[in-house]
């Protein structure tokens, strides 16, 4: 709301002039900051319904038939038109401040109006609006570890989308590496099979464990314990009773998967039930992925449990000596300019500068932990506007 009076101000100063209310100038005439919002959850809900309100005088004003027509051509205007339909709704000539569980998905929605681009962002407990980094180092031994590639999306996508096109980007380049070690964000059965049978890269980083009751209490029956038969499609469970149905279907995302079930009967007749389903009446039933990501999830999910294997996933862990580095000395999670493509930008340049600062001290014989950096693979970093 401030930045479209700001820019209205600026274009068509007389015409804001000659209606906008006086209060108008004591609510928006400085910037809002957190401390000075008012207390409590109903009279913050309030105050944004009276921006709200204002915010739709400002509109009808804007698109009436005596306002000129360029005007609602100011990109701020279309951006503030499109943010009151995300944030508010009008009911019984009231307008209303939207719920967060009725608000449209992050990507979907404007989070700033200086930068369009910027997008909310949310890694664990830490938020922002902005824009997220990728970044891909080598860690081969006593070489000189350089950042071979730099992604810049958008805050709210995923991490694991972001797999494929770095692959892609360093085939570009003929940077491919043999393996790639990644964080756990950038893994999921679908890469283990398709970058290796694609790329010839092997992903390694950990797969999501199984999250189901029967593998958290120890002696039930999740889903490693079942036999699949992929020639004749039936499943055998730890009691030795083959399925009764195999479908393919698809999961929520649209993913191919095999939905199994048993034979009624046979599983309530069990002696065991208890270790399997914890239905009164249902039969126990499996969602399996295909053939190839099943038997890959299930290796790395008994290999990620090993000595060996945490000990060859342990060099990952440099990456945030990197993002220290970057962040610290290269001021990598602050942009200095609006939009994706200067964003992205800025940090291939800062990549740039951390390279020679790495080769420099390589050159001079320094050691990798007196220079403040570590070696890693693929991570990301929060980049703020």
């Known amino acids: 709301m401030r930045a479209a009076l700001n820019t209205l101000a600026t274009v068509a100063p007389d015409w804001l002039r000659s209606w906008v209310p006086s209060e108008w100038f004591d609510r928006y005439g400085r910037a809002v900051d957190e401390y000075r919002l008012p207390k409590g959850i109903a009279a913050r809900q309030e105050y ?11 509109l009808i004003a804007v698109y009436a038939e005596t306002a000129s027509q360029w005007l609602r051509q100011v990109p701020v205007i279309e951006i503030l038109r499109q943010t009151w339909v995300h944030q508010y709704y009008v ?35 830490t938020t922002w609006t902005g824009y997220k980094v990728h970044i891909t180092e080598t860690c081969d031994l006593d070489q000189v570890h350089l950042i071979s590639n730099v992604e810049t999306t958008h805050a709210h996508i995923c991490d694991v989308t972001q797999t494929e096109p770095i692959h892609a980007a360093l085939a570009s380049k003929a940077l491919l590496p043999s393996e790639h070690i990644v964080d756990a964000g950038y893994v ?21 464990p199984n999250v189901s009751w029967q593998a958290r209490i120890s002696g039930s029956y999740d889903i490693s314990q079942f036999a699949v038969n992929w020639k004749t499609k ?3 469970c730890p009691q030795r009773k083959k399925s009764k149905s195999w ?33 009164k009446s249902e039969p126990r039933s499996l969602t399996l992925r295909p053939k190839a990501e099943h038997l890959a999830l299930q290796f790395i999910r008994q290999q990620q449990q090993t000595e060996e294997w945490i000990e060859r996933y342990n060099i990952r862990a440099g990456v945030e000596g990197t993002l220290s580095q970057g962040i ?17 930008l800025q940090h291939i340049m800062t990549a740039v500068a951390i390279n020679v600062v790495r080769m420099v001290a390589w050159l001079r014989g320094v050691p990798c932990q007196d220079q403040n950096f570590t070696i890693c693979h693929t991570s990301s970093s929060l980049k703020q506007e």
């Open 188 to 208: 999921d059965s679908n890469l283990l099979v398709t970058s290796h049978k694609k790329h010839g890269v092997e992903v390694v980083g950990p797969v999501r």
């Open 247 to 279: 479908t393919p279907t698809e999961d929520a995302w649209g993913n191919p998967v095999v939905y199994v079930k048993f034979s009624r009967t046979a599983c309530r007749l069990c002696p065991v039930r208890t270790l399997c389903t914890r239905s």
């Open 91 to 125: 009911e019984n000539d009231q307008v209303r401040w939207r719920a967060a569980t009725d608000l449209p998905p992050a990507g979907s929605r404007f989070d700033s109006p200086y930068d369009p681009d910027a997008r909310y962002g949310n890694k664990r407990s």
């Open 328 to 344: 610290r000395a290269f001021g990598l999670r602050q942009a200095r300019y609006f939009g994706l493509p200067k964003v992205r």
């Open 48 to 58: 944004a319904e009276t921006i709200g309100s204002d915010g739709m005088q400002l």
């Open 234 to 236: 039936r499943v055998t």
